[in-house]
């Protein structure tokens, strides 16, 4: 039975860590086409994200075979703060990059209607 979960845990770190590196492959991608604010805090978002992630699983594994529970928690909460910041700055690249985008559209929009 306890390999069943095991699998489920496996499964879905492997479908996280794609789907971030997808994600950061697209930021990597924007940056190279057009290197502004927005797709710099893009990039740098997901970077920090996407190695806080990977790294988080293998300390996780390391602190729950050899530390004590209480560092456990301590490790889950300061990996949770950071997890958040590094989503907050994805997404003030991302209302950056939404403004600056509709701000563009607009002024196609214009011109095209003189």
């Known amino acids: 039975m306890t390999e069943s979960y095991l699998s489920y845990f496996i499964a ?3 479908l996280t860590i794609l789907s971030q590196i997808s994600v950061w492959i ?3 991608l924007l940056i190279l086409r057009k290197r502004t ?8 978002g ?3 994200f996407t190695l806080s992630s990977v790294s988080g699983i293998f300390i996780q594994a ?13 490790y889950n909460g300061i990996l949770a703060l950071s997890t958040a910041l590094f989503y907050v ?9 939404i403004l600056d985008y509709l ?11 003189l």
């Open 12 to 14: 879905s770190n492997v």
């Open 26 to 28: 697209v930021c990597l």
């Open 37 to 44: 604010l927005s797709s710099i805090l893009l990039l740098l």
């Open 46 to 48: 997901s970077t920090l």
């Open 62 to 74: 390391l602190l729950a075979r050899t530390s004590e529970p209480e560092t456990l928690l301590k």
């Open 89 to 97: 700055i994805f997404a003030i690249g991302f209302v950056i990059f």
């Open 103 to 113: 701000k563009f559209s607009r002024e196609v929009t214009n011109s095209s209607s």
